[in-house]
């Protein structure tokens, strides 16, 4: 491979997506991880951040035309978790929609699958111990997480691992929890928050080892239930 | 289908399995529900309990081996989460093992599939959500869950609806968690408990309601994350 | 003494209050063990279990003519506290009412004492860790806590120990904190909950070890924040 | 009053102070707030940071020679509260110690009072509610607490408001319980954490309403158990 030609691979984007607010809030922590990290270049990398709207019907269709426009070769997309305390890394995404609430379309869909005919499930492509590794030594409370719900996060998740498996088998992608930021924090009794700066140098950090790592560490770091 | 034949599929047995206590527990409340439920019959089906060991290596030759010997129209493995509140009806079996801590034979894979080459994931075929509804009328806490970790009792899932699919793929298979015993509970910092003649009765409603139901029903039951 | 003064003494009566059912509940615990301990004998004592309005202007003239009517030896006012998982014994009441909801008559006081020119706080006077060793060794999940709330409960507390202070300086008294029974569970996402027997054994024990101990014990039981 | 007395009591000093690191723990957010905090003027007034030592016997001198040295007019103790998810303003300290774990010197006193023939509780003289809500408008994440728990935190706060009764009836005190630092929170699964940064603008915040509040406000935010 000429030099040139390495630079070009070098110099592929990254993708990172967040949600429009939802469930009643006006803010959403992936959203503002997004515009911040939107014209970033990391590693060499030049990085995209887009907002997904918070819709079964249209997230998809909007993912899929990033895809296709960027031709990332790292995809994070990225949800709020309000309750929880820490990043969690997802590991694998179901082929289920099970919406508690309504989305901001107004649409409920209750046991139906994310795309027909697919997989049962998709395993996360990022290197999720070495990514849970650095925040770690960098200070950042992270956790591997066995569930992204069934929600439209999981639904994201899962079309973003169809979609990379189908047109960019390079490309590795998955999803990344973020916690309620302070100020949304002030609105839920006692729940768990994490600052914009935090998640920002979080996501950075997950960027670089995910661009950085080839094969993945290995460390215990299940649930046991 | 002769009335002699429709009997002889009616009386097929249950399967109800527990697994030896674990995590320096000297008790484990899905022994006892299993050795309770043992030699009953449940809507004119006699039910089977038995007991897994609870390590990674034996669990599933066990349980292969009680499927052949019993042949059962109805498996429904139950499993301990400690620190859970409520009877949790497991979704999804990932094919994954990530063990935080040993099993009873010092055993600790890690990063390792349950079993390679099949499906990332398998969906229970238990009836979930009339189990919920007739577990909720009958005034016994209960939840769906999205998860059921990436320990042996994922492992017991995953290879549970596995062998069903391919040795019965009539017969109906699932997991259910249960929380601590009270007796445990004294032993855990504020931790809750369930006691286990409640969970024998939830369990027992259980099986009546998957061998009673066809087509499940469906409401909303999700995690939005 | 004579052996009739003392067979008096021995067999003065033991008061359990429980409330009704306030916040939307249509069950109270509370009041479910003090109708099942009426009119029973616990080592030589009767029993009254009595109600109390979940009221803050009611329940303490109701409490004062239970007491004056009964003249008890022991009292143990219970309540209901969803959330929690076992059963908790409070260390103290505080002379503070801040109600972050309405009362069953629609009172909501807020930042006033619950007996203006009384203490700052009065503590239990039960023999607190003997009955949390003995419902330990009883199976029973149960803690010490530093904190009744600042509703009725707590209110309920501190004006009993203020008018057995007052009135019958040598009878014991305090306040026990109980889960949501299993049915009010089913209502609550994931709310633990523990059976009612659970709580009628749990109360039981605790009047029995009242009753039986002389000096507390003293082991390590506090929390650290 | 002349314009020279007033300048002299406007400057007066605010009294900060942390606590060593405890429990293991090799930092401990309160002592690195006090540091943050020593040496800084808030709304004129000359702020000293100290460090307490984490333990029984030492705290309450030291504590008390901060106060005759320094004759503030404000004084925040704060604490670290590892799991809690928010800035806890503490309502009320207890003349109660139950140590769990022993403390720095090793010592661990189990029921006993703090102070021998004190009150059985002191209230905060901080106005609470307007500190709250001053923090919630900030967006930082704030709860009032009914318990400081039955360790070093409740000893300080009970010894530090029965001194300031004592020596200093006019100035106002009370405590302030803490999250974990994001870089402690790594080495708890799934612990809450908070940034220095926004526990010393909560402080700062803290400080400031105290200084500029006469007569607290009145709003429900009591817990109801």
Redesign the interface.
């Known amino acids: 491979m000429t030099t040139a030609n390495k630079k070009k691979i070098a110099s592929r984007p990254v993708l990172v997506t967040g949600f429009e607010p939802f469930?009643g809030e006006i803010d959403n922590p992936s959203l503002e991880i997004a515009r911040a990290l939107d014209g970033k270049r990391i590693a060499g990398h030049p990085v995209v951040g887009a907002i997904l709207p918070t819709e079964f019907r249209r997230s998809l269709t909007v993912l899929g035309a990033l895809l296709k426009r960027n031709r990332p070769q790292l995809v994070i997309a990225v949800?709020?978790?309000?309750?929880?305390?820490?990043i969690c890394l997802e590991?694998?995404a179901?082929?289920?929609?099970?919406?508690?609430?309504s989305d901001n379309a107004g649409e409920?869909p209750?046991?139906v699958p994310v795309i027909r005919d697919a997989?049962?499930?998709?395993?996360s492509t990022l290197p999720l111990?070495a990514m849970l590794q650095g925040?770690?030594a960098s200070?950042?409370?992270?956790?591997?997480s066995?569930?992204?719900?069934?929600?439209v996060?999981n639904q994201v998740m899962f079309g973003l691992l169809h979609q990379l498996q189908e047109l960019r088998p390079r490309a590795r992608g998955g999803f990344v929890?973020v916690p309620f930021?302070?100020?949304q924090?002030?609105r839920h009794?006692?729940?768990?928050?994490?600052?914009l700066?935090?998640m920002i140098q979080a996501l950075t950090l997950c960027i670089e080892t995910a661009l950085a790592t080839g094969d993945?560490l290995?460390?215990?770091?299940?649930?046991?239930?």
Chains 1, 2, 3, 4 share one sequence.
């Open positions: 469930a949800g709020q978790a309000g309750g929880r305390s820490q590991r694998v179901i082929n289920l929609i099970d919406a508690r609430i409920q209750v046991d997989p049962s499930a998709y395993f111990k925040l770690i200070g950042i409370p992270a956790v591997l066995q569930s992204a719900g069934l929600y996060c929890h930021l302070p100020q924090a002030t009794y006692n729940a768990p928050s994490m600052t700066a935090t993945d290995h460390f215990a770091a299940g649930a046991t239930h």
